[in-house]
């Protein structure tokens, strides 16, 4: 009997933290490059389970036939893509569901995005569930950092956030994407720095300096 290959886990995650994972990738025999997986701290990730809410939904027509929906989970947005008779796994789905979406993890014209192998229509509790579940699963690793890398992180973000008063404010996803430390992390040290009154949020989302 021929030995059946190992199913990869499907990784929960925040589509942040997979936006923000490094993308690994490997030479096909045409020389094309093709994503391989992607690294977040010490797993390599082929496959995902994300909950997040159907914001768009989009069906080409012709004979190449495909299909998109983009998934946001109040972390970030991300594309799931589906082609020819797979297209029926989004026949029920539309703009406002709050779905679970298993699939491989794909990259095409600079975009990371999900090949979905289940879709499965959820309650929206499930999407603070999720929340709470990931962050559970993140505290060994958060409390691995040490305080002067908290420090660094600290004095980046005010820094950041000072140069960000010529355009009033800057977004708190856009500090996420553009810091390396982990998401979690980050949104815990602005949370600091508004309770310490180093900075304020103008609005819901987008924070100042205030000094």
Do not use: C
């Not at 994503?35 to 768009?56: F, S, W, Y």
């Not at 020819?84 to 569901?97: C, M, S, T, Y």
Request: charged share 35%; hydrophobic share 40%; no cysteine.
């Amino acid at each position: 009997m021929p030995e059946q290959k190992k199913r990869e886990t499907a990784h929960k995650l925040r589509i942040i933290d997979l936006l923000k994972a490094n993308q690994i990738f490997e030479e096909t025999e045409n020389l094309n490059k093709r994503l391989k997986h992607v690294e977040l701290g010490n797993r390599n990730i082929v496959r995902v389970n994300i909950i997040a809410n159907v914001i768009d939904k989009y069906e080409s027509e012709g004979e190449k036939r495909f299909a998109t929906i983009t998934l946001d989970d109040g972390s970030g947005q991300i594309r799931a893509r589906v082609f020819a008779d797979d297209i029926a796994l989004f026949k029920d789905i539309v703009q406002g569901d709050t779905i679970l979406a298993i699939g491989l993890v794909r990259f095409f014209n600079q975009e990371l995005y999900v090949l979905p192998e289940l879709i499965k229509k959820q309650n929206p509790k499930y999407l603070l569930i999720r929340k709470l579940e990931i962050e559970k699963s993140f505290q060994p690793m958060l409390t691995e950092v040490k305080k002067k890398e908290i420090k660094a992180l600290r004095d980046e973000l005010i820094t950041m956030i000072k140069e960000a008063e010529v355009k009033e404010g800057i977004d708190k996803e856009e500090i996420i994407i553009k810091l390396k430390s982990p998401p979690q992390i980050i949104t815990q040290e602005i949370q600091k720095l508004l309770e310490d009154g180093v900075i304020y949020e103008p609005r819901p989302g987008r924070v100042r300096y205030l000094g």
